[in-house]
Each structure stands twice: as C-alpha cells, then as structure tokens.
C-alpha cells in the first residue's frame, strides 16, 4: 500500500541534481547554501564552517594576540562594578564591611655592651682558627661547621675524624647482583629421567623461560615411568594448562614423586582442577605447590582443592594462598589432621 504523501515524491525520483546545480548562477548557489545552512544548524555530519552562515563583515584589524586578549579582559572584570546587595525592602546592605587587620609592629631595641679593653683587642687580633676553637670550648657549633668543630674537638681528645659521631654520613649501598641462571641442563636431564638414573632423585628447572612447551610435557611423560626422581619442580617456566594436564595423568601413574612445585606460572583453573582430580586416587605425594599463577583459580576450584585435601590423607604441604575464607579453614584443618595422623602413625611404630 503506498501512502498519499508519497504519491507526489516519484515525480522527484528521475532527477538529475547536477544537472540542476550547473544550470544555478553564483548568487543563486549562494542562497541555496544559506537556506541549506539555517535548515540544518545542528548537523553534526557538516564541518563546523557549514552549519552557520558567516555573519562577520568586518575585516580583521591585526593578527590574533592571545596575551592582549587575556589582559583586555582582565582589565575590563576590574573596571566592572560590582552589583550591588541590598536587603530587601530596607535598602540597606547586606554583610559587614571588609577592615584588614593591622599587625602588631615589633621593634627591637639594640643591646649594647662593652668588653675589657684587653679582651676586645684579644678578640680583634685573633685569627678564624682561634675563633674556630673559642666558639667550640664555649659549645656555639652553630657559628661554625660541623668539620671545623670535628676538628677542633677531636684533636684535642685525640678522636680521627672519621669516627666522629656528629657527622652525619649516607650509608654506602650495597650492591645487589642477580641471580646466577639456572644451570641444570635441560636435554641431558630429560634423558636421565627417560633412562630411569638412579643417581638422579631431584629435578630443578625454576626460572628456565625459554623451554618449550612440548618439551615440558616430555618431562611429565617420562616421570610416568620413573622410579627414582623425589622431587620435580618447574616454578616460573611460563608452564600452562596442557603442561597441568599432562602432570596430572604423571601423577595417576607415578607412585615414587613426593614433592611437585608448579608455582609462579601460566596455569588456570582449568589445569589446577586436573591436578585436583588427579591427586584424589594419588597416595605417594606428600607436598605440592601451585600458588602464585598468573590468574585467580576462582571461588570453584578453590572448594575442589579444600575437598581433596579433605579425601587424600597423603598431602602434608600445600602452597596455595586461599581469596575464600571457607576454603581456607577447610583446607588449613585438613592439613593438620594429615600431620597429626603421621605423628600418630609414628608415636604406635615407636611404641
């Protein structure tokens, strides 16, 4: 259905605008760009020089000068009088006129006083270094400075000028050197571990940054089937939640690992909730750590970590800063019923 008013636009469809706009004279297109103008002033879509006619007719006097602006200005709120503020129907005016306070003028009279005659020449005749040492006897450090009244002081009572105690001295700064790189060699080790050496019981690779990725699952496929490595640790190897994945099925196979150190890396909450589920059915490891990740593990992982440490008994450590006060309690509970069970265990085997 075609609306009535439109009936009267598809005569206006076929029209060529440039063939209207060439046929205007200049003072034509000049009132066609004025009416344009005051038809749409707010048009946000035009240049600003678009939306308002030009109204300015007067030529410029001289270049803009920003500093004798801001100084007429000035000028012109000074001279501008004040409104006046009276109260109504009385006339009068409001508030208490301003009196600045007169601050009270000291003087100072000069105090004079005469010395002996033999004093006063004594005094005149003396050189820096005699009135050095008569200011420190009489005690007026303030007239001199603290390495003239070290010396005058100290080589009278035999003191070095170094171990004087009124001189006040910067510490020297300590220099703090970096840490020496982590020499443990990546490849020879993974063959060691691959190749089960029993001479091999600790792995270290903290701060190691530039292993792959693929690589750090080698480790954790190796450890499978290793029965001599106790502790693993891969702290701040930008480690994440495949390298997690891959440590959890380690952990469902491995019955030899005691300690697991993951802390300062890239794992989720995804990889620490595989580790979870992995230590459940685990009863060799005694301390792992996983604090320190690049992001919060999130209010749900934190209630599975409190749960595991609960059903697994094994777990004496646990590295993990808690966000949730009820995780916290439960886990900091479950821990020490843990070692109050080895301390059982051990007082029955003495007895």
Partial sequence: MTLPFR?????????DEDEILGKLSEEELK???????????????LPAGFRQKDQTAKKASGPFDRERLLAYLEKQALEHKDREDYVPFTREKKGKVFIPKQKPVQSYTEEKFSLDPELEEALTSATDTELDDLAAILGMSNLI??????????????????????IVKSEKMLPVFDEPPNPTN????????KDNDSRLAEVNLNNIKNIPIPTLKEFAKALETNTHVKNFSLAATRSNDPVAVALADMLRVNTKLKSLNIE??????????????A?????????????????????????????????????????????????????????????????????????
């Fill in 186 to 193: 990546v490849e020879e080790t993974l063959q060691r571990i």
């Fill in 145 to 166: 400075t603290n390495n003239q009244f070290c010396d005058v002081v100290g080589s009278r009572n035999g003191i070095d000028k170094d171990s004087f105690s009124n």
């Fill in 264 to 277: 300062s890396n890239f794992i989720t909450g995804v990889g620490i909730l595989a580790l979870v589920d």
């Fill in 279 to 351: 230590l459940k059915d685990n009863e060799t490891l005694t301390e792992i750590k996983i604090d320190n990740q690049r992001q919060q593990l999130g209010t749900v992982a934190e209630v599975e970590i409190a749960k595991m440490l609960e059903e697994n008994t094994k777990i004496l450590k646990f590295g993990y800063h808690f966000t949730q006060q009820g995780p916290r309690a439960r886990a900091a509970a479950a821990i020490t019923k843990n070692n109050d069970l080895v301390r059982k265990r051990r007082v029955e085997g003495d007895n």
């Fill in 31 to 45: 009132q066609l760009e004025t009416v344009l103008d005051d038809l749409d002033p707010e048009n946000a879509l």
């Fill in 7 to 15: 009936k009267d636009l598809d005569k206006y469809k076929d029209l």
